[in-house]
């Protein structure tokens, strides 16, 4: 299988202004700065969903960010379609776009409330295609169609649709110019229990049709489950353990990601589950950091946390930073 | 059986828009017995937060209490005058907001905040009001709450807010916690641990709990008992351990099938249709054109909410013959 998206070594860190700035350099230490993203790696395949799961304020929308260079990599590589997007700028950058699309979470506040479903669809054909006037509309008619928008709806604006109809205006948007990676940041998150399951279906069908790939950012891990193929779960800047879906889910091994899933409430009242409680809250990811990043919070924390694990392989696929494993 | 803390008997809440009248909420009874958690689920349009509005008193024009009574302990909340009801509300019923960060008041440190509600409803003085509010808000779990009273809502996280909230609403030591999607939009960790404290402290205090959610994993772990509303109306209510054992309105297994879940696989099941509109809402079931089981006569008439065992109603025909 090829693979269509490759970051290395992601990292991208936010300098800090004002007067923690100043006294840092003139105490002459290194200027502050929030490590959101820091030293991310992963790649995705071709007509393959990658789940990057964990908390607010982990890093997993600056990722989605850089990788969309919508926010430029402090360092790293984001290798998509074997070249790196991290050195592409303006016009050279402009022309992936085409390749790549995004869907984001607030279905109302991602569209132009000035442009009806069809200009809304066109214009990305308009701005990274080379299709002709008749062929866009073409392409605009058979991709509302695909995503289940009614011709009825073609002319209608975004104040008159409804919030599952908004967001498959945006996913029929992002997928008119035939991308190969889509980037979907918590695209059900705002969306009603029953919406949120037709969203769901309707993104896997359109992946399998078109071989599409997902790099799919979610907090919430039932969703993430039913989606994705593989998962890398994030904390604090930094992916802790990555693993095909069912593995990660069946024998999760990071006490992080322990926790996260039995945290998740399942419509059972009768089930038996483990819980691994974290005790406070996540530090701030502008003080430096030694060792584990989960240090501090982790029952399960030994003399050897000192040290910062390693994402290592312990088998084929599944990796995971903890010294415990 | 208990006396019951709150009943509600055959609640309509009706507004009137510029297209015609919406009964929002239609004929709902529900009862909730002192140290109780009672979940209300449905799709979003399905009455829940109204539901909660009226028990508050706080449906405005266009909309209002077309008939019904709401008895919190023995006395009909529908009939008390404003100033009388003021009072329950404060210090008989709290109530936990969807959205803390909005319903904290932004120019008023979060201390101050539930100060003064300590000062109005139980009569404190400053100095013990302000004390109690700290004291409050380390009982909620929060950390350096000397700090923290003294700060502002867009000075904490999101899930800092949502225990600010229930902190507040705990204060008074009301006996009943009107709690509306107070988990949705928090990350997991932070939502497992308000459910916790707010089971925690229902518990400790005594409180019983009116937990508004669309979320059917949050209400498996936390409730006692369940109803479920669809388009303003109950269509189901039973012990939380038979629902999800034997849910057997058609719309409630709708429910349960249309969600992801991480403790096993499914195959995922949007529920037909939408939620019918309510301008002109059908005279049979509201359920029946979504539902696969309807008959002719589900489309002409409206089942009525029946036990089909103790304690476990259901409002469908098809559940009729198993007497």
């Known amino acids: 299988m090829s693979i269509v998206l490759r970051v290395e070594r992601l990292v991208r860190h936010f300098p800090l202004r004002g007067p923690a700035a100043w006294a840092a350099r003139w105490r002459g230490a290194p200027p502050p700065a929030v490590r959101a993203v820091d030293g991310v790696s992963f790649a995705i395949a071709e007509g393959e969903t990658l789940g990057l799961v964990g908390e607010s304020g982990c890093g997993k929308s600056t990722v989605a960010r850089c990788v969309l260079r919508l926010l430029d990599p402090t360092s790293g590589r984001i290798e998509f379609e074997g070249e790196d997007l991290a050195a592409l700028r303006g016009d050279a950058l402009r022309r992936r776009r085409e390749r790549l699309q995004m869907v984001f979470q607030d279905p109302t506040a991602s569209l132009n409330p000035r442009l009806s479903v069809r200009d809304m669809v066109e214009e990305p054909l ?33 104040h008159e649709l409804s919030g599952g109809q908004r967001q498959r205006a945006n996913i029929a948007r992002a997928i008119a110019t035939r991308p190969r990676l889509v980037v979907l940041d918590e695209p059900t998150s705002a969306l009603d229990v029953s919406l949120r399951s037709r969203v769901i279906l309707l993104l896997e069908r359109l992946r399998e049709r078109h071989a599409l790939s997902y790099l799919f950012i979610s907090h919430d891990l039932a969703t993430v489950k039913y989606l994705a193929q593989r998962v890398a779960v994030m904390y604090l800047g930094s992916v802790v353990e990555e693993a095909p879906t069912t593995e990660l889910f069946a024998r999760p091994l990071h006490p992080y990601t322990r926790a996260l899933i039995a945290a998740v409430p399942v419509p059972d009242p009768e089930a038996r589950r483990e819980r691994l409680v974290l005790s406070g809250e996540i530090p701030s990811p502008i003080a430096p950091r030694r060792g584990c990043p989960l240090r501090g919070r982790c029952p399960l924390e030994r003399e050897a946390c000192a040290a910062e694990p390693p994402l290592r392989e312990v088998a084929p696929g599944h990796r995971v930073a903890c010294h415990l494993v | 059986m208990t006396a019951p803390l709150l009943e509600i008997e055959d609640l309509a809440v009706r507004f009137d828009t510029e297209d015609g009248p919406v009964e929002a909420v239609d004929g709902l009874g529900l009862r909730l017995a002192p140290g109780e958690i009672l979940g209300l689920v449905g799709e979003s349009g399905s009455g829940k937060s109204v539901t909660a509005y009226a028990v508050l008193g706080l449906v405005r024009p266009p909309g209002r209490v077309l008939r019904g009574s709401i008895r919190f302990e023995g006395r009909d909340l529908l009939a008390l005058p404003e100033a009388e009801l003021r009072r329950v509300r ?18 008023l440190t979060v201390g101050h905040q539930i100060a003064r509600l300590l000062r109005h409803h139980r009569g404190l003085p400053p100095r013990a009001a302000r004390e109690r509010a700290v004291e409050m808000l380390r009982l909620v779990g929060i950390p350096e709450p000397e700090r923290r009273a003294r700060q502002y809502a867009h000075q904490l996280s999101g899930g800092m807010c949502q225990r ?78 038979t629902l999800f054992r034997d849910p057997v309105h058609p719309y409630t297994r709708a429910l349960v099938a249309a969600i992801p879940r991480v403790d096993r696989e499914v195959a995922l099941e949007p529920i037909p249709g939408a939620v019918p509109s309510l301008l002109h809402a059908p005279p049979g079931c509201r359920y029946a054109a979504r539902c696969a089981l309807a008959t002719g006569r589900c489309r002409q008439e409206r089942p009525a909410l029946l036990p089909i065992a103790p304690d476990h109603q259901v409002a469908c025909f098809a559940a009729e013959p198993v007497a």
Do not use: F
């Open chain 1, 126 to 158: 308009r701005l990274h295609t080379r299709l002709a006037p008749r062929e866009r509309q073409a392409r605009v008619a058979e991709v509302l169609e695909e995503v289940g928008l009614g011709r009825e709806l073609m002319d209608r604006y975004p």
């Open chain 2, 90 to 107: 404060g210090a008989g019923i709290g109530m936990v907001w969807q959205s803390p960060r909005t319903a904290l008041n932004p120019v």
């Open chain 2, 164 to 241: 600010v909230m229930i902190a507040m609403a705990l204060a008074t030591q009301p006996r009943l916690l009107l709690a509306d999607e107070p988990t949705t939009g928090l990350d997991v960790l932070v939502a497992a641990r308000i459910m916790e404290l707010l089971k925690d402290l229902g518990r400790r205090t005594g409180a019983a709990i009116l937990l508004i959610t669309h979320d059917l994993g949050t209400v498996a772990e936390s409730c006692d008992r369940v109803a479920v509303m669809h388009a303003g109306q109950l269509v189901e209510t039973a012990p939380v351990r």
